[in-house]
């Protein structure tokens, strides 16, 4: 069964420390994963997303995150978190030939003083 | 370049009467995608749609729920008679073409409230 899993469903984390945020994928194919972030009462914003090619990708607003097929894993990290990262975030996966994406449940970031 | 634009932003119905959401994809855009975003939890894909065709209904539930794309207008997601659970924040999501590396662009929602 295709699904995604964020074990973490509420992280808090320090203005300026490191954060990572887990997700593990089962899919049958080759999957498209994607990053989102959704602020309080607003839609989806793109963070970055990995179809082929270096396994660690870079996206906005200092994103990054590694994809590592021997674990299903797609994880999303930054190396300093600033107080405007809090929002909730969203891994998802899709196939290639486009269709639905599924996503995981959500991590809540919130960022202390 | 206008983005995805969903309206109403916010929509209450009473138990019973019909919700109307529209969602016009971004220009050029021609593939829309209706998701659920339910409470608490992640978005559930609803529907796939190209210009007057259904691609993939398979997260649609087998009644009161119907969407369209016409090939003029926007699309929109219909809920007839509606309940206590169809309360939700409904997203659609657009994308130029078929292929998934062109990423999907997400519109603001309509959050429906049923009373």
């Known amino acids: 069964a295709q699904s995604v899993t964020q074990p973490d469903i509420h992280i808090t984390v320090s203005e300026g420390a490191s954060l990572e945020l887990r997700c593990n994928y089962s899919?049958?194919?080759?999957?498209?994963l994607f990053w989102y972030v959704q602020s309080p009462g607003q839609g989806l914003q793109l963070l970055l997303k990995?179809?082929?090619?270096?396994?660690l990708v870079q996206g906005i607003k200092g994103f990054e995150a590694e994809f590592k097929r021997s674990q299903s894993s797609f994880n999303l990290r930054k190396p300093s978190v600033h107080w405007s990262d809090a929002a909730e975030y969203f891994c998802?996966?899709?196939?290639?030939?486009?269709?639905?994406?599924?996503f995981g449940q959500g991590t809540e970031l919130s960022v202390k003083p | 370049n206008a983005g995805v634009m969903q309206n109403p932003r916010h929509l209450v119905r009473r138990r019973g009467q019909e919700a109307r959401l529209r969602c016009s994809p971004m220009?050029?855009?021609?593939?829309v995608y209706w998701y659920r975003q339910l409470p608490e939890e992640g978005l559930k894909f609803m529907v796939y749609?190209?210009?007057?065709?259904?691609?993939?209904e398979s997260g649609m539930p087998k009644e009161r729920f119907s969407a369209e794309f016409p090939k003029e207008g926007p699309s929109i997601l219909r809920i007839q008679q509606v309940v206590r659970g169809d309360s939700a924040a409904y997203f659609c999501?657009?994308?130029?073409?078929?292929?998934?590396?062109?990423?999907?662009?997400f519109g603001s929602g309509t959050r429906l409230t049923v009373v």
């Open positions: 999501a657009s994308s130029p073409n078929q292929q998934a590396n062109y990423g999907y662009t």
């Open positions: 899919y049958g194919a080759t999957p498209y």
């Open positions: 990995y179809f082929s090619g270096d396994t």
């Open positions: 998802a996966v899709g196939p290639n030939q486009g269709g639905k994406l599924i």
């Open positions: 220009k050029g855009h021609s593939h």
């Open positions: 749609l190209q210009k007057e065709n259904i691609i993939d």
